[in-house]
């Protein structure tokens, strides 16, 4: 599977920001990640294909997450970003085939947080 991701740049404190992510093919989770300079890799959000979401707790309460299964695409917007948003953003998916998780990862996309 193959993730392409677009949206992000340059986004003012306190706007929103959006990506999108389009798969090659079907997966049972979609997910955003994000790594920040200096920090850990994280979650920010991810659905799995019944519509069960979880959210990371840094962006809970402001964050929606969505799917598109018939374009195999997953949508992440953030209301009310700060600087600490900032970070280069990951989509993921993963499936499952004969009992096993296969995950991919898409190339990053840079989002950030400034005036």
């Known amino acids: 599977v193959q993730l392409q991701a677009s949206g992000g740049g340059l986004v003012q404190p306190g706007g929103s920001l959006s990506v999108a992510c389009v798969a090659s093919?079907?997966?049972?989770?979609m997910a955003w990640y994000r790594q920040a300079p200096g920090k850990q890799h994280e979650l920010v959000a991810k659905m799995n294909s019944a519509g069960i979401t979880d959210y990371g707790d840094s962006v809970r309460g402001r964050t929606t997450i969505s799917r598109d299964s018939d374009k195999n695409a997953v949508y992440l917007q953030i209301n009310n970003v700060k600087p600490e948003d900032t970070a280069v953003y990951y989509c993921?998916?993963?499936?499952?085939?004969?009992?096993?998780?296969?995950?991919?990862w898409g190339e990053g996309t840079q989002v950030t947080v400034s005036s």
């Open positions: 093919g079907s997966a049972f989770i």
């Open positions: 993921n998916a993963q499936r499952i085939r004969d009992g096993r998780v296969y995950t991919y």
